[in-house]
């Protein structure tokens, strides 16, 4: 009975998208005003998915053939030297089944290597260790990949397009590069479209097609599903991040990724690994990175709902929002990404707390001081507490970072400059770049979009003027969606950076009352986070 009534496999990330698409239509599409901004919204969320669906591909297939290559590689080499060393476990190669025992010599029998198909992978293409130890192996096998290898695969053959040899090869960069180009297509419209969001006034109240118990029950339970996928995750299904977030805290580099993407059998994801495989400092922190997961996506969930009922007046939308969240297709693909939800939940919770500007900045330098982006979101908010505020505002955020650069000093004065560096992303913009700078594009290109960036972020401190809370959310989102373009390390991946304010965007009512010298107090004992010291709208 266990068989059919307890047995679980995770869905396949297409079949998700499908049915994550069909229920998002059906409880948020705005069946009797066809042309609405809040379908045209729908309709850019659920079109994020095929770029993100199409990178993973190809990065999957890219590392697959590197893989095979390697093994056949080892194998060659194996057959061809006998006296070379070759890893514990059967005298083989890991990947390489030994020969069958028929009761004949090996060297006159027709040898047949047989090669497993190699690891799999996450969205951001980091590898996914899934071989099974060898039982006459009885040493720790780590589990630890090398975390660049692909991308300096695709940097070195990038630089020399003739070293590429294989047609696969050509086929997954190609397609990993499709898969990019449609992401920025798709995040250019929304950045677009919250260009435009200062400018719409009349914003009727458009609430989701369920009541609010309904939205409870479907929102708890994807959270608990969703949450459950990370908290079982074996450490097999690890994905160590290393490099690929670019500029960052070291912390943030050392977290493992938790990946609750499905392993299908035949990529060897049907044997769990044991906790005996791992020591004592990666189980840390994998248990670590699970806890940072499940916290982060917990603090945006509340988040939102605490946004939507004390800031809208509006709990139906809060609830809402968060069930968007939920079922937006990258939210199921990304779930173990601790470097893609963490720093979202601090952002969600600087607007919740934007009344208190020390405790808002707090979230911001924490923000700021984990992965480095955030920090372009200063000038919009001090503009918004320029009146009021702003000089608890910045002190506050000051102080953060000041604090995370002393943490770091107690790893070793000897990589302090270096942590401080990489926190602070104090390096050239075309060293070592990720992503669709090495499958397609030059990372020269990169300068002219950075320059365009800072124009943005600069842009913000003088307009739109004077700022409201609902302005500072739409432009914090621009802020963010704008990274995208010009993060060297898989820019158009991190999509929760924005994506809960874009959702808090598409959700609010008019708070054109909600400015700084209204809702900041003068002293450090004013309103809190739930007062109400100006008119609830609804």
């Not at 990724?257 to 690994?273: C, H, N």
């Not at 607007?351 to 808002?360: D, E, F, G, N, T």
């Not at 650069?405 to 400059?417: A, D, P």
């Not at 090495?438 to 700022?467: M, N």
Request: charged share 20%; net charge negative.
């Amino acid at each position: 009975m266990s068989e059919f009534l307890l047995y679980y496999k995770r869905p396949d990330p297409t079949t998700w998208v499908y049915l994550s698409s069909f229920l998002t239509i059906g409880l948020y599409f705005v069946f009797h005003r066809f042309w609405s901004f809040r379908n045209l919204d729908l309709v850019l969320l659920i079109l994020l998915a095929p770029g993100l669906l199409m990178v993973h591909e190809g990065r999957r297939r890219l590392l697959r053939e590197m893989e095979s290559v390697e093994l056949r590689e080892e194998a060659t080499v194996a057959d061809v030297d006998p006296d070379v060393e070759l890893p514990p476990g059967g005298g083989v190669s890991p990947g390489v089944a030994p020969p069958e025992d028929s009761g004949t010599d090996a060297t006159d029998s027709k040898r047949e290597d047989r090669i497993d198909p190699p690891p799999a992978e996450n969205a951001a293409g980091a590898e996914v260790v899934t071989d099974p130890p060898s039982v006459a192996d009885e040493t720790k096998i780590p589990l630890v990949a090398e975390p660049n290898a692909l991308d300096e695969r695709l940097e070195s053959t990038a630089e020399d397009p003739d070293s590429l040899e294989s047609a696969e090869e050509v086929s997954a960069k190609k397609l990993q590069r499709r898969g990019f180009v449609f992401l920025f297509v798709i995040e250019l419209f929304i950045l677009v479209r919250l260009l435009c969001d200062p400018l719409m006034n009349r914003r009727p109240l458009l609430d989701p097609n369920l009541a609010v118990g309904g939205l409870y029950f479907i929102s708890i339970s994807l959270f608990i599903f969703m949450m459950a996928n990370v908290a079982t995750s074996t450490p097999r299904m690890r994905v160590w991040q290393g490099p690929e977030l670019g500029p960052g805290y070291a912390l943030m580099h050392r977290l493992p990724t938790i990946t609750t993407r499905p392993v299908s059998a035949a990529l060897g994801g049907e044997e769990p690994a044991t906790e005996d495989e791992l020591d004592a400092s990666n189980r840390s922190w994998t248990v670590l990175a699970k806890v940072l997961a499940i916290s982060a996506h917990l603090a945006i969930i509340a988040g939102v709902v605490l946004i939507g009922n004390r800031h809208f007046g509006n709990l139906r939308s809060g609830v809402g929002c968060a069930l968007l969240y939920l079922l937006v297709p990258y939210t199921a693909q990304m779930t173990g990404r601790v470097d893609h939800a963490l720093p979202a939940a601090l952002l969600l919770w600087a607007v919740l707390c934007y009344r208190r500007p020390s405790i808002a900045g707090v979230f911001i330098g924490l923000a700021a001081g984990l992965v480095y982006y955030p920090l372009f979101l200063l000038p919009l908010w001090c503009s918004f507490y320029w009146q009021r505020g702003v000089r608890r505002f910045a002190l506050s955020v000051v102080v953060t970072l000041a604090l995370l650069v002393v943490l770091l000093s107690l790893g070793g004065t000897e990589s302090l400059f270096e942590h401080f560096r990489r926190m602070f992303g104090l390096f050239l913009p075309t060293e070592e770049p990720r992503g669709i700078w090495v499958v397609g594009w030059d990372p020269q290109w990169r300068l002219p979009v950075i320059v365009a960036f800072g124009i943005l972020s600069f842009l913000f401190a003088a307009w739109p003027s004077p700022k409201n809370l609902g302005t500072l959310i739409s432009c914090s989102a621009t802020v963010m969606v704008a990274v995208q373009f010009w993060h060297g390390y898989g820019g158009g991946l991190y999509v929760a950076w924005f994506l809960p304010l874009l959702l808090l965007t598409i959700f609010r009512p008019n708070l054109e009352d909600r400015v700084a010298t209204k809702v900041v107090s003068r002293s450090r004992s004013g309103s809190g986070i739930g007062s109400n010291s100006s008119p609830v709208l609804s």
